[in-house]
């Protein structure tokens, strides 16, 4: 496990350095005339940011989208059990299943709220981390 994620970074560093080489290459001869200020922030930009949301946007937002149907898969169980038990007239098994039902909703919607919470924190922060090295190098 550790070399893997060893190897992530690695591969993750190759692509960026890779990337910023040939947004160099490209804007070689603006370099001299110092006319790709301009260019070379706004691609220095996009190149953290899409490497950002590949990172870690990307597996937050799968996550926080798998939640709501699984709360709806809860409540549908809960629902359904507790149907059946009407049946049956056990009054402890007709609580238990309007709890799951209830609950899986609701850990569901609060894990949800967190999780893009979270993603909305750290995009925040990037754009701020951003701003902040753009700064240094004016």
């Known amino acids: 496990m550790p070399n893997e994620t060893s190897d992530q970074q690695a591969e993750t560093q190759g692509r960026v350095a ?7 290459a490209s804007a070689e001869d603006e370099i001299e ?3 790709a200020q301009p260019f070379m922030r706004d691609a ?12 870690f946007a990307q597996p937050i937002s ?16 809960g629902l359904a059990v ?10 402890m098994l007709q ?9 899986s909703t609701i850990f569901a919607l609060v894990g949800y709220a967190i999780l893009e919470s979270l993603k909305i924190h ?3 922060r990037l754009a ?4 902040a090295g753009m700064k240094r190098l004016a």
């Not at 220095?44 to 990172?55: P, W």
């Not at 701020?128 to 701003?131: G, N, Y």
């Open 62 to 77: 799968m996550y926080a989208n798998i939640l709501p149907p699984i709360g709806f898969i809860g409540t549908t169980c």
């Open 18 to 24: 890779a990337l910023l080489q040939e947004v160099i």
């Open 95 to 103: 609580m238990g299943a309007l709890a799951l039902a209830l609950s």
């Open 33 to 35: 005339s110092g006319a």
């Open 44 to 55: 220095a930009k996009q190149l953290v940011v899409d490497d950002y949301e590949s990172s």
């Open 122 to 124: 750290l995009y925040g």
């Open 128 to 131: 701020r981390s951003i701003d």
């Open 82 to 91: 507790l149907l059946m038990s009407m049946h049956l007239s056990h009054e």
